[in-house]
Nanobody, 116 residues
């Protein structure tokens, strides 16, 4: 059974940092085509934040470029999202996604709230 479990969310002040983790079970990271982070704020559509491919390429949404970094540890079967210089508009539920062939798997999400 494939499972993605996010962790690391929480409440942080503007300008602060958080690191999200996505632990993958049931799949080998080496066999996953791409891993990504998405977010959904209240009343808004889910949007892509960052992604990394099996070849090591990365991509970022315009609003997070230069502030967020996606990385992966294949041995730990974990994908990370380092978020720096957080802004109130980064407040959302953050989801991890894995693409494995024609299949897409999602985690349950972790809440990130940026507020003073």
């Amino acid at each position: 059974q494939v499972q993605l479990v996010e962790s690391g969310g929480g409440l942080v002040q503007p300008g602060g940092a958080l690191r999200l983790s996505c632990l993958v079970s049931g799949l080998d990271l080496f066999s996953i085509n791409a891993m990504g982070w998405y977010r959904q704020a209240p009343g808004k559509q889910r949007e892509p934040v960052a992604s990394t491919t099996i070849s090591g390429g990365t991509a970022y949404g315009d609003s997070v470029k230069g502030r967020f970094t996606i990385s992966r540890d294949n041995a730990k079967k974990t994908v990370y999202l380092q978020m720096n210089s957080l802004k109130p508009e980064d407040t959302a539920v953050y989801y991890c996604k894995a693409l494995y062939g024609p299949y897409a798997y999602w985690g349950q999400g972790t809440q990130v709230t940026v507020s003073s």
